[in-house]
């Protein structure tokens, strides 16, 4: 009992110490400068990074546009990491907590942690051979299983995709088995221009080709002149002819609407119709009637 009161005295006689609260104060004042800190070097860091990056596409000697934003992320987020852990220790020592003790036992634990976290491990390195093959970069668009649609953020651990429609699906790498990239090479844009059997297909032919010499002028992603490879297929009411051109990557879908609105919009001017549909359409009761006055007349005639 007397030991209990004994504690309390001191702990109560400390607390009220003026060491004790200029010992607090000065530590608070230490944690938010080194938040602060933290927080300035982790933005002029970033500043940093993107300034070099605008160096170095200056550079006669430089990589890809795609791999460099990739490798700019992910040192970003390299940096960030190891920013704030040098703040979280600085942080506990600060607050006189033993650091080395504390990091060896931290060291024992995560080696335990993973042998049971095999799937993060093999995230990590499959993000790893991602970035150092280059797969994909940032700003690609690629199909990886189900998912199709833009990269917007490769890491270590996970890659961020954003579809069409605005959705963000994150990937676990090591979920990544294959990756189709859209993005590496120049696609093809196909365009099938229906004409109709009572048109002349060679005029038809002869004005498509004028104005495919004239499309590479005005539409930039186009890398060459379109080709007219000819007659695709003949079906009942309609003759298919085929146009390709090859573009810059991922612009076939833009091109290939305004190669239809072009080949049509130049049809029209010449008079060449589109091939529609043609019903004909008789009165049975009329064609009855008909045969029946034919075959009194013939009888008539016989008598």
């Keep these: 009992m007397e030991s209990i009161q004994a504690f309390f005295k001191t702990a109560f006689q400390t607390f009220f110490k ?26 002029f860091g970033k500043m940093f990074l993107n300034k070099m990056i605008e160096v170095r596409t ?3 000697l430089r990589i890809s546009e795609r791999r460099e934003a990739t490798l700019v992320r ?11 852990f ?4 600085m942080i506990l020592e600060t607050m006189t907590i033993e650091v080395k003790g504390l990091l060896a036992g931290a060291g024992i634990v995560g080696l335990a942690v993973g042998f049971g976290a095999q799937n993060l491990v093999k995230d990590v390195i499959t993000g ?3 970035i150092f093959e280059d797969q994909f970069s940032v700003g690609d668009y690629v199909r990886i299983g189900t998912f199709e649609g833009t990269v917007e953020e490769i890491g270590l651990r996970t890659t961020k995709i954003k579809s069409w429609t605005g959705e963000i699906n994150i990937l676990p790498n090591g979920s990544i088995i294959e990756v189709t990239n859209f993005s590496l090479h120049n696609s093809i844009a196909f365009v099938d ?13 002869k004005i498509i080709l004028e104005l495919l010499e004239e499309l590479p002028g ?7 002149t379109p080709e007219l490879l000819g007659v695709q297929t ?11 051109s090859e573009v810059k990557p991922m612009r076939h879908f833009h091109i290939s609407r305004m190669i239809r609105k072009e080949v049509r919009m130049r049809l029209n001017e010449y008079g060449i119709e589109v091939p529609f549909a043609k019903m004909i359409m008789y009165n049975r009761g009329e064609d009855q009637k008909s045969v029946l006055n034919h075959r009194e007349n013939q009888g008539g005639h016989s008598n």
């Design 18 to 43: 003026e060491e004790t609260w200029a010992n607090i104060g000065i530590g608070f004042i230490k944690v938010v400068l080194i938040i602060i800190v933290s927080m300035l070097l982790i933005r």
């Design 58 to 60: 200056k550079s006669p």
């Design 74 to 84: 992910l040192i970003q987020n390299v940096f960030t990491y190891a920013v704030y």
């Design 86 to 89: 040098i703040a979280l220790v």
């Design 128 to 130: 790893f051979f991602i």
């Design 193 to 205: 221009v229906s004409i109709s059997y009572e048109e002349d297909i060679q005029k038809a032919e």
């Design 218 to 224: 005005k539409y930039e992603d186009m890398v060459k």
């Design 234 to 244: 003949m079906q009942a009411n309609e003759v298919v002819m085929r146009i390709t």
